[in-house]
């Protein structure tokens, strides 16, 4: 049984910091390319960050500079740590794990920026 277990959502204030994890079990973790989405209300979602199995990474423009995402292939964990954090950064951040057709979502994990 594949899970992808998302932790670390909050809340903060504009300018804070939140570091997100992506617990993965169920799958052959390192081949799977990890990524971040995220879901505000009334709005679709959309790729936040994604890395491949080869550590190639990719952003979105409006948290480039501000986002970083790594990944542990040891500890089955990919992350997202979040800086400089917006108010328009408040959403549902899903976790993904894709490989050819296998395309798993975690829960979800909420993100509040709100002074």
């Known amino acids: 049984q594949v899970q992808l277990v998302e932790s670390g959502g909050g809340q903060v204030q504009p300018g804070g910091s939140l570091r997100l994890s992506c617990a993965a079990s169920g799958i052959n973790f390192s081949f799977f390319n990890m990524g971040w989405y995220r879901q505000a209300p009334g709005k679709q979602r959309e790729l936040v960050a994604d890395?491949?199995?080869?550590?190639?990474?990719n952003y979105a423009d409006s948290v480039k500079g501000r986002f970083t995402i790594s990944r542990i292939n040891g500890w089955k964990t990919v992350y997202l740590q979040m800086t400089n954090l917006k108010t328009e950064d408040t959403a549902v951040y899903y976790c993904?794990?894709?490989?050819?057709?296998?395309?798993?979502w975690g829960q979800g994990t909420q993100v509040t920026v709100s002074a």
């Open positions: 993904n794990a894709a490989l050819s057709t296998a395309v798993y």
């Open positions: 890395i491949t199995s080869s550590l190639i990474t």
